[in-house]
């Protein structure tokens, strides 16, 4: 089960699946650039793994305030390290800090892995200790 | 001779006793408190009127900071997760601020006590969490079973307060949640014998 850490933003950015696939979701991160953009220094999509989870799940959540918006990017002409991206949409909430826990750990156990690459995760755990 | 922290202070011994002789018994107590991967502590002295407040102090603080054998899980868990403590700024290629000293102690610090009063109080181990840094620089300790789930959140302040969410799951297929805010540097028991749905 992925990690309550990842589900932090009241904003979260995901893709919707009717336009974009899981592995393409991650190969778009290779065309993103890594903070702050200023350095033009492109993320690895190597350290990206992909869940998913259903929008009927994330509405079950039972705060309420958990809103879900297409918002697609489209930019003309394009943006070199912030890729266009029809499927783009965000998981929206303005909770207060002692529900946020909560939110965060009900996404997180209903979000499953697309993927995930176990040994490639245990290698980048060991590189940072 | 006496072992301090069993008869003086009627606190549990933390190491297998062994016996030092010839030596500066204080001062050898001292370099072993220093060095947390020992897991032989002396603690001997003949007599206590002959201990400080200070050494007292020291011992004490030696009881509230080392693990019973049996909950060395847990120590191993921390050990894993000192990592957090090397990550700069931006660890996550997307502006993460550093996890502070601070906050990754009040974490570790928290789950000592309670896995120590779990123990020491009302006779069960936890087990050991997941910990991991969140990108608005604070620590989540995080535990996953069968029956039951829990998440805390060390908040990136400097106020000693966690917030917490957990869910139990009865043989009856019935859900309790646990949700709340707590303090970091107190033990609070009704939440200890809550995580005994973790054990």
């Excluded at chain 1, 990017?73 to 390290?81: H, S, T, V, W």
């Excluded at chain 2, 922290?5 to 062994?18: D, L, R």
């Excluded at chain 2, 007292?56 to 054998?69: H, P, R, T, V």
Aim: glycine fraction near 2%; charge should be negative.
């Amino acid at each position: 089960m992925p990690a309550s850490s990842a589900f932090i933003d009241n904003e979260l950015s995901c893709d919707w699946n009717q336009f974009s696939s899981a592995i393409q979701t991650k190969e778009l991160t290779a065309k993103q650039y890594k903070y702050p953009l200023k350095n033009k220094v492109f993320k690895n999509p190597e350290h990206y793994f992909i869940v998913s989870l259903l929008v009927s799940n994330i509405l079950q959540i039972g705060n309420s305030s958990e809103t879900i918006k297409h918002d697609p990017i489209q930019f003309l002409p394009r943006i070199k390290g912030d890729p266009n991206n029809r499927a783009h949409s965000l998981v929206i909430s303005n909770l207060p800090e002692k529900l946020l826990v909560k939110q965060r750990k009900l996404l997180a156990n209903c979000s499953e892995w697309e993927i995930f690459n176990e040994s490639i995760y245990v290698n980048l755990i060991k590189s940072q200790r | 001779m006496q072992a301090l922290i069993a008869e003086i202070f009627n606190y549990k011994i933390i190491y297998k006793q062994v016996q030092i002789a010839e030596i500066d018994r204080y001062q050898m107590f001292f370099n072993i408190y220093q060095c947390t991967e020992t897991k032989q502590v002396a603690i001997v002295s003949e007599d206590e009127s002959k201990l400080t407040q200070s050494r007292k102090n020291a011992l004490i603080k030696l009881e509230s900071n080392a693990l019973l054998e049996e909950l060395s899980h847990i120590e191993k868990a921390v050990e894993n997760a000192k990592y957090i403590l090397r990550l700069s700024d931006n660890w996550d290629d997307d502006g993460a601020l550093k996890i502070p000293e601070l906050i990754f102690n009040r974490a570790v610090d928290f789950l000592y006590l309670y896995s120590k009063r779990a123990f020491d109080v009302f006779n069960f181990v936890i087990r050991a969490p997941i910990i991991q840094p969140v990108k608005d620089g604070s620590i989540d300790l995080e535990w996953d079973t069968e029956k039951a789930f829990l998440l805390i959140n060390f908040k990136n302040s400097q106020t000693p307060t966690a917030f917490y969410y957990g869910e139990f799951t009865t043989e009856n297929n019935q859900k309790f949640d646990f949700n709340g805010e707590i303090p970091t540097d107190t033990v609070q028991d009704t939440f200890v014998s809550w995580l005994k749905n973790l054990s």
